[in-house]
């Protein structure tokens, strides 16, 4: 399943946003993270699919939402856009999903903005500082130098970057599929605006309320997992009283990419064992 659209739209403050559902049973939201789009999720959907609808989006800023100079994809901005799409789809309380930077504007729409949620599924996780890679923070502090670059500079960069995330080299096709919106001038562009947002301070707030949360919360991990090692993955599991940690076999930092069978198993599973 290579050819991944989202055929429908929405119009947020920082421009259309992209998504589509799927399914129909126990709404569940998918988040992806950064530099992914919803494209990672495209596995995972034909196994949750049969039981529940599923909701997968591109945030501002990213995939085939939206993208343009000046717009704001603050973290703290992209939080809002999940109270206005809850609201657009008609969602109470749905299971949220969130894979990688997208706990955060999860957590912060959650905290700060009371979007209500139903559970939480956090995996590989970016939540407590630090957690930038050295090669986003060296982009993120010489943005003016990484903005100068050749196009097929930048884009070797970037592919480099991406070719760390799954356990085992991904097939040309699937690859470029994570490569494509980054391509070109402008999606070189919309990679260095992206990186320019990474801020672990708006992160930082978030960790002394973790204890505070009341919902159901499972931590999915891939357990080769080479940016947020599995000390990371214990570290927010100790945070998290209650929350059980599930590590999955032969997966990266990409885990949906590298198994997605064994997430949409893991994410049934939660859902039949929760309270409701």
């Not at 109270?83 to 008609?90: K, V």
């Not at 799954?166 to 494509?180: C, K, M, N, S, V």
Request: aromatic share 14%; charged share 20%.
């Amino acid at each position: 399943m290579t050819d991944w659209q989202l055929g429908r739209t929405f119009t947020s403050p920082q421009g259309e946003i992209r998504w589509d559902a799927f399914g129909a049973g126990p709404p569940i939201v998918l988040l992806h993270g950064t530099p992914n789009w919803s494209y990672i999720w495209r596995n995972v959907v034909e196994h949750l699919a049969p039981r529940h609808r599923v909701y997968v989006f591109d945030w501002p800023g990213f995939g085939s939402s939206a993208r343009f100079a000046g717009q704001n994809i603050s973290w703290d901005e992209q939080a809002r856009r999940l109270p206005e799409l809850f609201e657009h789809w008609g969602l109470a309380a749905p299971t949220v999903v969130a894979f990688d930077f997208a706990p955060i504007f999860a957590l912060r729409a959650h905290v700060f903005h009371g979007l209500e949620v139903g559970a939480f599924v956090f995996a590989d996780a970016a939540v407590i500082p630090p957690f930038v890679t050295d090669f986003s923070r060296l982009a993120r502090e010489n943005q003016g130098t990484m903005r100068q670059l050749p196009v097929h500079i930048a884009e070797g960069m970037i592919a480099a970057h991406l070719a760390q995330t799954t356990y085992r080299p991904l097939d040309p096709e699937i690859f470029e599929g994570y490569l494509a919106p980054w391509r070109g001038a402008e999606g070189v562009a919309a990679y260095w605006r992206a990186v320019a947002r990474y801020d672990e301070d708006l992160a930082a707030p978030l960790v002394p309320r973790l204890a505070e949360l009341s919902v159901p919360v499972r931590l999915l991990w891939g357990d080769h997992d080479a940016w947020f090692p599995r000390e990371k993955a214990r570290e927010l599991a100790a945070a998290l009283p209650g929350a059980e940690l599930r590590f999955l076999p032969q997966a990266g930092h990409f885990s949906p990419e590298d198994n997605p069978r064994a997430f949409a198993e893991e994410l049934l599973a939660f859902e039949r064992e929760r309270p409701r």
